[in-house]
């Protein structure tokens, strides 16, 4: 079984729908989401639906929340681009926008199967925890985030 893994879409309909094509030519059986649907760009609506119509599974992002929350620690522009984005899936078909409210309220922080760990920042801090590539010499920060993985983690949030 093969499995495709995306993340941190961000609003960004366009370049899902072109991910989405290119999994569509592989003989992918899965697709799960690491999170972050939402934020920043011009088609939230869209991109939370199209998620739930392709994705198997998905996780909560940190933008996610933020939605659902408040964008406790954004910077300002991350926080205007939330408060947009709130709006957005605030307007038109109520009911649509209740089923979306729903699925982003009902998204997991992390996902275990078997071996795998599948998280949006981090098996320490699943939601918000960047991990750098310069984070490998910090022997500490590797040990406390992978003590907590039995074998493969997968990850977004870092980009």
Not at 36 to 58: F, H, T
Not at 102 to 112: A, C, Q, V
Not at 113 to 142: C, T, W
């Amino acid at each position: 079984m093969l499995r495709a893994i995306i993340s941190d879409i961000h609003g960004n309909l366009e370049a899902l729908e072109a991910v989405l094509a290119d999994i569509d030519s592989r003989e992918i059986s899965e697709i799960y989401c690491l999170g972050d649907i939402i934020g920043y760009g011009p088609n939230p609506r869209e991109c939370i639906d199209l998620v739930r119509k392709r994705c198997q599974k998905s996780l909560l992002g940190n933008h996610d929340q933020a939605a659902l929350f408040d964008p406790e620690g954004f910077n300002a522009g991350a926080e205007r681009a939330i408060f947009w984005t709130r709006r957005m899936l605030e307007t038109g078909d109520a009911s649509k926008n209740q089923d979306r409210w729903d699925f982003l309220g009902e998204l997991p922080r992390m996902i275990r199967e078997d071996n795998l760990l599948f998280v949006h920042g981090s098996a320490r801090n699943p939601l918000n925890e960047y991990v750098f590539p310069e984070d490998i010499y910090n022997q500490r920060k590797m040990e406390r985030i992978f003590g907590l993985v039995d074998q493969y983690c997968f990850q977004g949030h870092t980009h």
